[in-house]
């Protein structure tokens, strides 16, 4: 398994949430670093289709904790 970020180039970028969650995996700990390589190559768009990685996810939170962490959350806070 490779390590090394590898997205993939689309002709356009990703506008709707849905398309984003099915190509990328945004808990991916080289997300950072493949957004990075994307930018720096001008691509429109990209996906993690062709990642090793594309199924590991690290620290996804769960809708709770995800509403909770929110400054403005369901909390109050």
């Known amino acids: 398994m490779s390590i090394t970020p590898c997205p993939s180039p689309l002709p356009t970028a990703l506008r709707d949430e849905?398309?984003?969650d099915t190509q990328r995996n945004?808990?991916?700990p080289n997300y950072d670093a493949c957004?990075?390589?994307v930018v720096k190559r001008g691509?429109?768009?990209?996906?993690?289709?062709n990642c090793d990685l594309r199924k590991?996810?690290?620290?996804?939170?769960?809708a709770q904790e995800f509403?909770?962490?929110?400054?403005?959350?369901?909390?109050?806070?």
């Open 18 to 20: 849905e398309a984003v």
């Open 26 to 28: 945004l808990f991916c």
């Open 35 to 37: 957004l990075h390589l």
């Open 43 to 49: 691509w429109e768009g990209w996906s993690c289709r």
């Open 56 to 62: 590991f996810r690290v620290g996804q939170p769960t």
């Open 67 to 77: 509403a909770v962490a929110r400054p403005g959350g369901w909390d109050g806070n």
